[in-house]
């Protein structure tokens, strides 16, 4: 079977939402230096690495694990949720969509060029599994030991566990526990003037404390938000739909690190104005590279 060697860092799925009846979304770029060009693209044409997940030293049907068998999956079920909130269903969350969206949306933060390439260079060259680790990532029908599971795994075997790894990281079950627990609503914001944009970087965030926030663009009018206080959201609630649509796309395109995304050309002056002046800079991870250091 011949695997696609694109791997869409942003899911196809949720790129969309922004696609015209033609299937065509605009896409903001700095491909020479700062100057910010547009073109349109396809909803595949875009957001992609070649060969971003693969693990290339092993064998086929493990090499493209990560892409072709956990994240199709993940994302499947994803998209069913991201359905799911477009269409205002309010039949009860199953607890597979619930924690399908909660995946989905915390993965932002990890399986973007950027970070995963940190993760994977943290895993690859300062860190080598112990007993402790094996065991955090054993799954039911593997061998007692570490010792016994590399003797089964024959070459490979340390690319072997870094894919469970990554796997484990992209399916963290203490954050999504957490994040499905939030109080989940999608803001109608057809009423403003500005649609909303999105990014390869689009899942806002603010941590204060005990005091969570999340928001994610999953069309130009709907706006996700998970919140475990219902101050935060009575807040964006009482805000007029331009001023808050105006803040999201700030917050959006100021932290795009190679991507804008519209679904028309009307914001290019204000994507150039602000593309990538608040971009997170690395590391992501800091606690994860002094964990596997010690």
Known sequence: MNLSR???????FYLKQWANTAGKLFEYSRPYNNKIVHKRVGPKATGFQRDLYSFNDCPPEIAQYLESVF???ADHL???ALAKH???DQEPWTSELRSAWSRFTINFLIRHPDPYAEIKAVTRHGWQPDAQDYERLRQPDDPATLEEWIQLQGDNWGDRIRIRLMQ???DNDVAGERFSAMA????????SDFPLLTSDWPLIRHI?????FFALPISPVALFSATNHQVLLENLQKMSPNRLAKRINTEIVSAARLYVYSADSTQED????????AIQKPPFFPSLERAFAN
């Open 78 to 80: 994803a998209s069913l």
């Open 168 to 170: 484990t990281a992209m």
């Open 71 to 73: 994240l199709q999956r």
């Open 270 to 277: 204000f994507i150039k104005k602000h593309m990538s002046f």
């Open 184 to 191: 989940w609503n999608v803001l109608d914001l057809s009423g």
């Open 208 to 212: 204060d404390g005990e005091r969570m």
């Open 86 to 88: 477009l269409a205002g």
């Open 6 to 12: 694109d791997h869409h860092f942003i899911p196809v």
